[in-house]
């Protein structure tokens, strides 16, 4: 969280100058990290990649398919605004249309599609395609490029 120092120095009520200022620390903003919504089928990879985003200082929210991605909330309390949304291909079959609600309802965030290499990518306005095979550290450094974090954000959050 960023924050001013103020010293003041108090008047005295006789007018006398205070020979000792005092301080005083004002939150300039809270600085909330950013959510990032993953959506992918499969349970292992998508927990290793939360926890890696994590340990990152992203706040990695997970879903198994578009419906339940629709669930989550585009704004909560104590919560950044999702700013990427990272979707696994097979997450896509039957709904494209559940995705374009999902980037209206979080106001167009970053995407990173994770494509399979023995099937076309879907159409769309991709920010970036990673092409399988792939780690999860390659899905960190893109999400990275695509909203990097300050110096002094990137620490686990958890």
């Known amino acids: ?25 004002v939150p300039t903003q809270s600085s909330l990290p950013p959510r990032v919504l993953i959506v992918m089928p499969d349970q292992w990879p998508r927990a290793l990649l939360r926890a890696a985003l994590r340990e990152q200082g992203y706040d990695a929210v997970g879903t198994r398919n578009l419906d339940s991605a629709l669930r989550v909330l585009p704004d909560e ?15 896509l079959a ?34 970036k395609i990673l092409r399988r095979p792939l780690s999860i550290a390659d899905a960190v450094t893109a999400s990275e490029a695509l909203i990097p974090l300050s110096p002094e954000d990137r620490h686990p959050i958890d």
């Open 77 to 91: 309390p104590e919560r950044g605004p999702v700013r990427l949304i990272i979707v696994d291909q097979p997450a």
């Open 94 to 127: 039957g709904a494209a249309d559940q995705l374009k609600q999902l980037l209206e309802r979080h106001r167009a965030p970053s995407t990173l599609l994770l494509a399979r290499n023995t099937q076309t990518s879907p159409k769309g306005e991709w920010a």
């Open 1 to 25: 969280m960023s924050s001013l120092l103020y010293v003041i120095d108090p008047p005295d009520p006789n007018g006398v100058a205070n020979s000792l200022p005092f301080f005083v620390i």
